[in-house]
């Protein structure tokens, strides 16, 4: 069973960083792994991925320039590096993984973390 466990989410003003990170287990790195995240009455969006094979990035845009999104294979880790955080990212963030194809859409994703809380004020 694919187990992914997101750890990082906190407290933090406007304008602040966090590096999310999200360990996996029994997976078998195909082929992507993202970010989502899902604020209170929004719709849960992509935020950034990977493609494993390659290392290959992908954000979108509402987050180019500040997030990083990075993996450490030895580690089986997922991260998400963090800067110049607005009130706007305030949401549940949650960590997913596709066999099936790499974007960010909700629908490609089988394998769901369980979510760490980013709360951002301003």
């Known amino acids: 069973q694919v187990q992914l466990v997101e750890s990082g989410g906190g407290s933090v003003q406007t304008g602040g960083s966090l590096r999310l990170s999200c360990v996996a287990s029994?997976?078998?790195?195909?082929?992507?792994m993202a970010w989502f995240r899902q604020a209170p009455g929004k719709e849960r969006e992509g935020v950034a991925g990977?493609?494993?094979?390659?290392?290959?990035?992908f954000s979108a845009d509402s987050v180019k320039g500040r997030f990083t999104v990075s993996i450490d294979y030895a580690k089986s880790t997922l991260f998400l590096q963090m800067h110049s955080l607005q009130p706007e990212d305030t949401a549940m963030y949650y960590c997913?993984?596709?066999?099936?194809?790499?974007?960010?859409?909700?629908?490609?994703?089988?394998?769901w973390g369980q979510g760490t809380q980013v709360n951002v004020s301003s």
């Open positions: 997913a993984a596709s066999r099936a194809a790499c974007n960010l859409d909700l629908i490609t994703y089988t394998y």
């Open positions: 029994g997976y078998t790195w195909r082929y992507c």
């Open positions: 990977v493609y494993l094979p390659t290392g290959s990035t």
